[in-house]
């Protein structure tokens, strides 16, 4: 049960922050689990294609799916054992990681880092995005997570990515200057639904207050390596605030004058809010964008930043 | 990343078995042809580079940028040497496919079978390609009906039947994802 999972500290928070209704609204949803998403993967075959190909195996549907993707209703047998997903014709998925990838939009031929990129689902979405040209660096600091991410770069044929086995925070030891950055942060997951909630421990408040200087220090050291007029997307699936919103807020004051929050073009989600937390805050956080689990997909928090001088 | 030259007589191991899968096209040609450069969508030059055993197609701008890096990969590595001899790896397998003249079609149930890392027995009457082409112990690529490519096999003469012997197939994604990359 979700209750087990989330304990009631931060629903108190969320309460605070969100106000009631909301909170209500969050702790339904977060029992209920998403059906499969299918990405087909643009560089080898369309969504068409797929869809026709799968739908002849008795595989159904949902009618209609945001993002140019697949919402499967029925699966004869499981999917991962069709010879489309094993060559690497698609990937399952949840639908906000389809988000970070087409916010960023890099041209092809440029140089991105993805950090903290293991299991590689965004990594791929990026290449193809990418159109597979370019330089991608895939940066990963558990060992036992690189084979997972290696295996998943080979499987969908993708060929300008670069797997670095080190943290993100010493990245700059590199000495690469990047023109995009996407930085999917470790977060405490307090916004993902039930099924894919899996730790046997519940969240307790220390881990946000953890989190959240990890983050801090990741979002610092990557900044040092943007070029003039490159971007960063920062993305969490945490409910916290001290993991979004507080998070950006205490980066722009970090960085003044230096970042620029870049609107999000997507009509999902709420803009970010920090009034029932500070009474003074950047403005340019209403560019930022916040998901709740009601939404037709996990808790969400994403930002597009854009570095405007040194 | 260490990057070695290959020897003479490892060249000549990896174009042996890679002219054999193709059974056509001679290797060093379709190294040198725009269409490969058109794959990996690369303008420069594309050559042949080794790490520890295993054995990566590049380009010269890539192989420049990983010198820094811990762990590489993101080029198509077509196979290792284990003693010597070149195996082939599964993520050659996309690339050659594009090039392969000869492959052997299989029915969804006998690929279903393959991915499963299991042999696949042919009767000479039932492909009317003519199985008679192969020869005993040689390598073949192996597709499904929808041309997806699923692996590559030997080919073995048994007595009334032709024996496809998985050599690798794409169900070690799932088999050994931990182990095998």
Redesign the interface.
């Known amino acids: 049960m979700a209750e087990q999972i989330i304990s009631w500290e931060f629903k108190e928070r969320w309460v605070n922050f969100y106000g009631k209704k909301v909170t209500e609204r969050i702790l339904r949803e977060l029992k209920q689990s998403d059906p499969r998403i299918i990405a087909p993967n643009t560089l080898y075959t369309t969504r068409r294609q797929l869809q026709e190909?799968l739908e002849s195996q008795g595989f159904r549907f949902a009618p209609e799916t945001p993002f140019n993707c697949l919402t499967l209703e029925f699966e004869p047998f499981n999917i991962?054992?069709t010879?489309?997903y094993?060559?690497?014709?698609l990937t399952i998925q949840a639908l906000t990681s389809l988000i970070p990838p087409k916010c960023l939009n890099p041209s092809?031929e440029s140089v991105v880092a993805d950090l903290a990129a293991s299991p590689g689902i965004k990594t791929c979405l990026l290449a193809e995005v990418m159109?597979?040209?370019g330089?991608?660096f895939a940066i990963e600091k558990a060992k036992k997570r690189?084979?997972?991410l290696?295996?998943n770069?080979?499987?969908m044929?993708?060929?300008?990515?670069?797997?670095?086995?080190?943290d993100a925070r010493s990245f700059p030891g590199?000495?690469?200057k990047v023109d995009h950055i996407m930085l999917d942060a470790p977060c405490t997951g307090t916004g993902l639904k039930l099924k894919k909630n899996k730790r046997l421990e519940p969240r307790i408040l220390n881990d946000v207050t953890r989190q959240s200087v990890i983050q801090r220090e990741i979002l610092d050291e990557a900044w040092k390596q943007l070029k003039i007029d490159g971007t960063i997307v920062y993305s969490t699936c945490s409910l916290e605030p001290e993991e979004g919103e507080v998070q950006i807020n205490n980066f722009l004051a970090r960085h003044e004058k230096q970042v620029q929050v870049l609107p999000i073009n997507i009509n999902i989600g709420n803009p970010g809010n920090l009034t029932r937390w500070t009474k003074v805050y950047d403005s340019q956080i209403s560019n930022t964008r916040r998901i709740f689990p009601d939404q037709g997909m996990d808790g969400f928090f994403i930002a597009l930043m854009k570095k405007v001088r040194e | 990343m260490q990057i070695t030259k290959l020897t003479e007589e490892e060249i000549v191991a990896v174009s042996t078995v890679i002219n054999e899968i193709l059974k056509s096209d001679d290797f060093s040609q379709i190294l040198n042809t725009h269409s490969l450069i058109k794959i990996i969508n690369r303008r420069d030059e594309i050559y042949l580079i080794k790490n520890s055993d295993s054995l990566y197609l590049s380009s010269s701008r890539t192989s420049d940028r990983g010198k820094n890096c811990i762990i590489l990969t993101g080029k198509i590595k077509l196979g290792f040497f284990i003693r010597g001899k070149f195996k082939i790896g599964i993520e050659s397998l996309r690339f050659l496919a594009n090039y392969c003249q000869n492959p052997i079609f299989l029915s969804p149930r006998q690929a279903k079978r393959f991915i499963y890392s299991k042999d696949i027995n042919l009767r000479f009457d039932d492909t009317k390609k003519g199985l008679e082409k192969y020869s005993d112990g040689s390598m073949v690529l192996v597709f499904n009906k929808k041309r997806i490519p699923i692996g590559y096999a030997k080919i073995l003469h048994k007595q009334d039947y032709l024996q496809l012997k998985n050599i690798i197939d794409i169900g070690i994604y799932l088999r050994s994802e931990k182990t095998a990359f």
């Open positions: 190909s991962v054992a010879s489309e094993l060559s690497g014709l092809s159109e597979n040209t330089t991608l690189i084979p997972a290696k295996s770069i080979t499987r044929g993708i060929y300008n990515t670069f797997i670095l086995n080190c590199l000495n690469v």
